[in-house]
C-alpha cells in the first residue's frame, strides 16, 4: 500500500520495460490498481509515465483530470458519515503508445490526490502494469 496527499504525480511501484521490435509498433499500457480514502471528496487519479521513446520522456498525453483521457482514470470516495470506515475502489487505465523507438522503453504506474490522503495498491488485491507491443 502506498500514500500521497500531493496534487502531484507520485511515482508508484510499478514499473515494466519494454525493447520494442520496430519503431513503427505501438505499446497498448494497461493499469488495474485498488484506491482507498478515509475522507469525503478524495479524488484519486491515476496515471503513467514513460522513459525513452522518440519523444521524450514524461508523463503520457498531459494527463489532466478529466475522463475524457483513455490513459487517465479517477475514484472519489464517498465513506460513510463516520471516516473510520474507508470508502474502496478499483481504478484502471490504457494508453496506446508509439514510442517510435527500438531500444528499451519504461513505464510507470503513478498517482495523485486533489485532497486529502489518498492510498493506492490496497488491501489483498493485486495491481498490475501490463505492456502488449502491437505490430504495424
Not at 500531493?6 to 514499473?15: E, H, K, P
Not at 520495460?17 to 488495474?32: D, F, G, M, R
Not at 483521457?69 to 481504478?91: C, G, K, L, Q, V
Request: aromatic share 10%.
Amino acid at each position: 500500500e502506498q500514500s500521497s496527499s500531493s496534487a502531484t504525480w507520485v511515482d508508484g511501484d510499478l514499473s515494466v520495460a519494454i525493447t520494442p521490435a520496430s519503431a513503427s509498433n505501438k505499446v497498448l499500457v494497461l493499469i488495474s490498481t485498488t484506491t482507498k480514502a478515509y475522507g469525503s471528496s478524495v479524488f484519486t487519479g491515476i496515471g503513467i509515465d514513460r522513459s525513452g521513446g522518440a519523444s521524450g520522456d514524461g508523463t503520457l498525453g498531459g494527463q489532466g483530470w478529466g475522463l475524457t483521457r483513455n490513459h487517465y482514470a479517477w475514484a472519489e470516495s464517498y465513506p460513510s458519515i463516520s471516516t473510520t470506515e474507508p470508502d474502496i475502489n478499483s481504478a484502471h487505465a490504457s494508453y496506446l503508445d508509439s514510442p517510435g523507438v527500438t531500444s528499451e522503453v519504461t513505464y510507470k504506474f503513478q498517482f495523485k490526490s486533489t485532497y486529502g490522503t489518498c492510498y493506492v495498491q490496497t488491501g489483498d488485491t493485486l495491481s498490475s502494469l501490463v505492456l502488449m507491443e502491437i505490430g504495424a
